[in-house]
């Protein structure tokens, strides 16, 4: 028997891009304009490394029936939780004060300098912006903020952007 094939990938190295976007008429489909508006911040590298931090948890229905010896399960609900970690004095800690209302953009796959274009998938995160954190400071560290975003909304995930 052959040894199975190794499918191509993708590096992530430059093939990303982070956006606050205050406003989007349609989170199920964000248009060009909106994401090149003018009060639109790119955040992308303003985070460090590890510091977009974006988690789903999918709760277990538990199903039980009459006399059944085994215990069943379902997909339940969705609950999606979203931290960031960014270099102290970046634009995103002069933009994300707490208390604000807007939407966390993420575009992977498509690289970093290309404009926004019909068709490129992003997910569109619905968020109250939490307080900003210190970071205990490290040696050869950069000083750094950590902050909770509330989701406030459905997410979408690999929404096409519209023209």
Do not use: C
Request: charged share 20%; aromatic share 6%.
């Amino acid at each position: 028997m052959a040894e199975s094939e190794v499918p191509a990938g993708q590096a992530a190295d430059g093939f990303g891009k982070v956006l606050w976007v205050p406003a989007i008429a349609n989170p199920a489909a964000p248009t060009v304009a909106e994401l090149e508006a003018g009060t639109v911040v790119d955040i992308t590298y303003s985070l460090v490394g590890d510091g977009f931090r974006h988690d789903i948890t999918e709760n277990e229905i538990t199903v039980n029936r009459y006399t059944l010896k085994q215990q069943l399960g379902l997909p339940g609900t969705r609950a999606d939780s979203l931290e960031l970690q960014y270099v102290t004095g970046s634009p995103a800690d002069e933009e994300l004060t707490q208390g604000l209302s807007g939407f966390i953009v993420q575009r992977l796959g498509v690289a970093n300098e290309a404009d926004f274009a019909a068709a490129q998938k992003v997910d569109v995160i619905p968020v109250t912006t939490g307080i900003q954190r210190k970071v205990a400071p490290a040696t050869n560290t950069e000083l750094q903020k950590v902050q909770r975003m509330y989701v406030r909304g459905s997410v979408r995930d690999d929404v096409a952007i519209a023209a």
